[in-house]
Nanobody, 119 residues
Framework: QVQLVESGGGLVQAGGSLRLSCAASGRTFSSSTMGWFRQAPGKEREFVAAISRRFLTYYADSVTGRFTISRDNAKNTVYLQMNSLKPEDTAVYFC?????????????WGQGTQVTVSS
């Protein structure tokens, strides 16, 4: 069992920055792929970014160049640095863990943290 707890969300003006954190429990963190997803009101959940156990990173086109995913295995924590935020980035952001690797379904999900970007 893996538990994920996100933090760092909030209200920010367009052009601003936020850093999300996701603390994970369990011994599988360092060997797992970690991902960030988001869900805006009335929309389906979408992929934002992922980082593999070998620190390879993947991004959605909509956030490439603005968001950076990173991980600290010593702290069992994954981060999402979000710069140049836009109103369309407003969503609930979830972190998730994929025990199988980069592809396939994610196995465990956090409760989410709200990010609101005002224009």
């Amino acid at each position: 069992q893996v538990q994920l707890v996100e933090s760092g969300g909030g209200l920010v003006q367009a052009g601003g920055s936020l850093r999300l954190s996701c603390a994970a429990s369990g011994r599988t963190f360092s060997s797992s792929t970690m991902g960030w997803f988001r869900q805006a009101p009335g929309k389906e959940r979408e992929f934002v970014a992922a980082i593999s156990r070998r620190f390879l990173t993947y991004y959605a086109d909509s956030v490439t160049g603005r968001f950076t995913i990173s991980r600290d295995n010593a702290k069992n924590t994954v981060y999402l640095q979000m710069n140049s935020l836009k109103p369309e980035d407003t969503a609930v952001y979830f972190c998730a863990v994929n025990l199988q690797g980069v592809t396939g379904d994610y196995d465990y999900w956090g409760q989410g943290t709200q990010v609101t970007v005002s224009s």
